[in-house]
C-alpha cells in the first residue's frame, strides 16, 4: 500500500473525475472485445494488459469499491480493489502511460468509449500517488520554468536563432528574408519545437506566402499534456497564450506536432475556462490553404520515386487532417503509394503518447511498431512523409531496427523541396 494517509487524497483525485462521462464509459462496455483487434499492442503482445477494455476495467474496479452501493458492500465479488492498491497502481501505470492515445479502439467501438481519456484519469491518480512517470514530469517541470524566466534567455536565443537568416536568404534568394522573432503585431505566431529542423521549413514556406508572421519563443510540445496533468499541461500551453496576447497575434500555426495542435485547440478552454482570442491553426492546414489561394507554388510531380504517407494518430484520427496532407502528396508525388489501412484505420506507429521520450517503453515501443513496419512494406516505397515529431522519431527507429533503408520526411520539408526556389535549382 504506499499509505493509508494517503487514500482520501488519492480518492478525492477519482471524485472529481467521476462525472457523466465518465460513468458513460464505465457501464456502457459490452466486453464485446472487438478493441482487441483495434489495439496495435495487444494484437502484437496478445497481454491482456493492453487490451482496451481491461485498461478501463482497472479505473472501473476502483469505481466499484468506492461508488457502486453493491461494490461498496460485496467489494470482492464485484472484483472492487482498493485505490491504493499496489499491485493495482503497478498496472495502472503499465497500462496508461504504455498507451499512445491512438484512439484507434475508440474509433472500432460500437460505443465510441474513449479509453485514452479514461486513461488520463489513471494518470491522475498515478500522479497524485507519486506514481506517474518521473522522466515526462521532469520535462513537463522544465517547460513550467522556461516559460517563469524567459526573459534571462531571451536575447541569447534571438542572436542564435537571427544566425539562421542566412540560410532562409540562400534558400529563398532574397536577401531580405528574415527570421522574425517577438515581433508586436504579427498576425501569425508560429510555434515550433525544439530544433532549427521545425523552424527553417516553415520560416521558407511563410516568406514565400508572404505572411506577417513571428516565432514563439516556446516549443510546441506538452509534456503535462502527456504526463497526464492536466494542471501542468495548462500551465505549458498557457505560456504560448500569454505570449500570443502581449504581440497581439490574430492566429496561432502549431508545427507538425498532433499533440500539441490537439491541447491549444480543444483542451485549453476547458482548462483554463477562457476563450482564446486568437485562431488556431495546425501547419498541414496552413499549408493547404496556401496551396488552394495560391500563396505557394509546387512543382507538379517533382517527386519522382515511390513515396507513402503515414497518418499520425493525433493529427489524422484525433484532429481530422485527412484530406489536406493527401492533396499535397497527390501534387508533388510522381508514385504516391497509400498504406493499407489509412486515414481513420491507420495503424499507429507505436511512438505516440511520449513514448519515444520514455525510455521505460523503449524496447515495447519498437515491438509493438511492427504492424506499421508491415504496412511500409507493403507499399513498396522507398519514402515517407508524416507530419507529426513523434512519429518520425519511432519511424527513425524502426527504419534503423529493421533494416528498411527508409527516406522519412516532414510535409514541410516535402513542400519547401518542392517550390520553384533559387536554392532547389
Not at 129 to 141: F, M, P, Q, T, V
Request: net charge neutral; charged share 30%.
Amino acid at each position: 500500500m504506499v499509505g493509508s494517509e494517503n487514500r482520501e487524497a488519492l480518492k478525492k483525485v477519482l471524485k472529481s473525475k467521476v462525472n457523466r462521462q465518465l460513468l458513460y464509459y464505465l457501464d456502457l462496455c459490452a466486453r464485446c472485445s472487438i478493441c482487441k483487434d483495434a489495439c496495435h499492442q495487444y494484437n502484437v503482445t496478445k497481454d491482456v494488459l493492453y487490451l482496451p477494455a481491461y485498461r478501463a476495467e482497472l479505473i472501473r474496479r476502483i469505481y466499484k469499491k468506492y461508488y457502486s452501493p453493491i461494490g461498496r458492500i460485496f467489494p470482492k465479488f464485484y472484483e472492487g480493489k482498493d485505490i491504493d492498491d499496489e499491485k493495482l497502481l503497478d498496472e495502472l501505470y503499465t497500462t496508461a502511460y504504455a498507451c499512445t492515445g491512438c484512439r484507434r479502439c475508440m474509433y472500432f467501438c460500437p460505443f465510441s468509449i474513449d479509453t485514452t481519456w479514461i486513461l488520463g484519469v489513471a494518470k491522475e491518480i498515478l500522479n497524485a500517488a507519486g506514481r506517474g512517470c518521473s522522466i515526462l514530469e521532469e520535462l513537463a517541470n522544465a517547460s513550467i520554468e522556461k516559460g517563469k524566466s524567459i526573459d534571462l534567455y531571451k536575447d541569447i536565443m534571438i542572436d542564435v536563432l537571427k544566425d539562421t537568416e542566412k540560410e532562409i536568404q540562400e534558400k529563398t534568394g532574397d536577401k531580405n528574408a528574415s527570421l522574425p522573432i517577438d515581433k508586436e503585431g504579427a498576425d501569425i505566431l508560429y510555434v515550433a519545437l525544439a530544433g532549427i529542423h521545425t523552424i527553417m521549413p516553415a520560416a521558407i514556406i511563410f516568406h514565400e506566402a508572404k505572411k506577417n508572421w513571428t516565432l514563439s519563443l516556446f516549443e510546441a510540445a506538452n509534456y503535462g499534456y502527456f504526463l497526464g496533468d492536466s494542471n501542468k499541461a495548462r500551465q505549458i500551453a498557457a505560456r504560448i497564450v500569454n505570449e500570443a496576447k502581449a504581440l497581439k497575434v490574430k492566429e496561432v500555426i502549431i508545427t507538425e506536432c498532433g499533440h500539441a495542435y490537439r491541447v491549444m485547440n480543444f483542451l485549453y478552454e476547458a482548462w483554463a475556462k477562457e476563450k482564446l482570442p486568437f485562431k488556431v491553426t495546425g501547419i498541414i492546414e496552413a499549408i493547404s490553404n496556401y496551396v488552394d489561394n495560391g500563396d505557394i507554388k509546387l512543382n507538379k510531380g517533382s517527386f519522382k520515386e515511390p513515396i507513402t504517407y503515414h497518418d499520425p494518430c493525433q493529427v489524422g484520427r484525433n484532429a481530422g487532417f485527412f484530406d489536406e496532407p493527401r492533396k499535397i502528396m497527390n501534387i508533388v508525388a510522381a508514385d504516391f503509394r497509400e498504406m493499407t489501412p489509412r486515414r481513420e484505420k491507420n495503424w499507429c506507429c507505436g511512438g505516440g503518447g511520449g513514448l519515444v521520450a520514455n525510455p521505460d517503453f523503449e524496447d515495447f515501443r519498437l515491438k509493438t511498431g511492427k504492424l506499421k513496419i508491415d504496412q511500409i512494406k507493403e507499399t513498396g516505397a522507398h519514402s515517407i512523409v508524416s507530419p507529426c515529431e513523434n512519429c518520425r522519431l519511432q519511424l527513425d527507429n524502426l527504419n534503423q531496427k529493421y533494416d528498411l533503408e527508409l527516406e522519412i520526411k516532414s510535409l514541410m520539408d516535402f513542400v519547401v523541396d518542392a517550390m520553384p526556389l533559387p536554392g532547389n535549382l
